[in-house]
């Protein structure tokens, strides 16, 4: 139980182009759900906290407008990078919280989506 | 402010036993996870400690100490598979996770 599918698992794209990421949660409803990124050889940092009905939570220093993220159903989120830029190329990974389960719940990730800008 | 320290990382052999440690202040505590995270790969979940004490599954345990900020991963008969980074994180007072920056587990025959 608790699979989370992430889309596509590895894009290679132009510059300039804008990329959208999708996870879903196959076996539950999330109404939370999280987006990382992780460069090579470093920890996940949070990119945002995606809640579904409303606005996603973006941390500190993470441009909203660049990175959009929809959360219209209860199983399925989507990060958008926009206008896409070498410096954007990254491991994105997104992880969800079962609804019915506590808040001590581990976070069920996806298995994460390699960018690669040209 | 919030942080968890763990070591960037550790050298064992096969067969042998490692305990990864962990230290955390964080704002309030609601739990302690231990993930694996193999290269190139998403983290999967190891284990979860919010009481003091040691946690058994089967080669993996986790130990908490509240009052001391303190949790180690004990990794026992090592096998090469078990090269990965090991992260720890802590549900803080707000139940976020607060992530430490991960060990790189080198095993070497």
């Known amino acids: 139980g608790a699979v989370v599918s992430q889309h596509p698992s590895w894009v290679i794209c132009k510059s300039g182009t804008s990329v959208k990421i999708e996870c879903r949660s196959l076996?539950?409803?999330?109404?939370?759900m999280f987006w990382y990124r992780q460069f090579p050889k470093q920890s996940l940092m949070l990119m945002a906290t995606?809640?579904?009905?409303?606005?996603?939570?973006?941390e500190q220093g993470v441009e909203k407008d660049k990175f959009l993220i929809n959360h219209a159903s209860l199983t399925l989120s989507t990060l958008t990078v926009t206008s896409a830029h070498p410096e954007d190329s990254s491991f994105y990974i997104c992880?969800?919280?079962?609804?019915?389960?506590?808040?001590?719940?581990?976070?069920?990730f996806g298995d994460g989506t390699r960018l690669s800008i040209l | 402010g919030q942080n968890i320290d763990q070591p960037t990382e550790m050298t064992a052999t096969e067969g042998a036993i490692v305990q990864i440690n962990c230290t955390y202040q964080?704002?309030?505590?609601?739990?302690l996870f231990w993930y694996q995270q193999h290269a190139g790969e998403a983290p999967t979940f190891l284990s979860y400690?919010?009481l003091d004490g040691l946690e058994e599954k089967g080669r993996f345990s986790s130990f908490l100490s509240r009052s001391k900020g303190y949790s180690y991963l004990l990794l026992k008969e090592l096998q090469m598979k078990d090269s990965a980074s090991y992260l720890c994180?802590?549900?803080?007072?707000?139940?976020?996770?607060?992530w430490g920056a991960g060990t790189k587990l080198i095993i070497k025959p």
């Open positions: 994180a802590v549900l803080d007072s707000n139940y976020q996770l607060i």
């Open positions: 964080t704002s309030g505590f609601n739990g």
């Open positions: 992880s969800a919280l079962d609804s019915l389960q506590g808040a001590t719940q581990p976070q069920h």
């Open positions: 400690n919010v």
């Open positions: 076996d539950f409803q999330a109404t939370t």
């Open positions: 995606s809640n579904e009905g409303s606005k996603a939570t973006y």
